[in-house]
């Protein structure tokens, strides 16, 4: 699975995921101030799965109808720079989920909610 790390996803958890062998690239490190609409097309000219803690890519794929490979928004409140990284590469390893073609809401007690895109 190739990952695009929004501009709002931790630099350190980035580097942690690239460290573990995953495909992917950071907005904010790449292409810094694009909107919401670019990293989406961005994210399906690479076939990139987004990361993001910006709610808005709800409206995008949902009510404008956009079709990123896949969404994976997480809803943390209070964690370390490292904790998204941890948190998601433990989710993805274990293999219970596919995030590819999914919008995927994940919160930090470890509850996932899951929907198809399109």
């Known amino acids: 699975m190739k990952l695009l790390a929004n501009e709002n996803f931790p630099v350190l958890s980035f580097n942690i995921i690239k460290d573990a062998g995953y495909d992917a690239i950071?907005?904010?490190i790449q292409n810094p101030s694009i909107n919401d609409e670019e990293v989406v097309q961005i994210a399906i000219t690479?076939?990139?799965v987004i990361l993001t803690f910006d709610s808005d890519y709800g409206t995008l794929v949902f009510k404008k109808g956009m079709r990123p490979p896949g969404v994976i928004y997480l809803r943390f409140q209070h964690f370390s720079p490292e904790f998204p990284a941890i948190f998601l590469l433990d989710l993805i390893r274990?293999?219970?989920?596919?995030?590819?073609?999914?919008?995927?809401?994940?919160?930090?007690?470890g509850n996932i909610?899951?929907?198809?895109?399109g």
């Open 26 to 28: 950071h907005i904010g």
């Open 46 to 48: 690479q076939n990139r």
């Open 94 to 109: 274990e293999g219970r989920y596919i995030f590819e073609g999914m919008f995927s809401v994940v919160d930090d007690n």
């Open 113 to 117: 909610r899951q929907r198809r895109i």
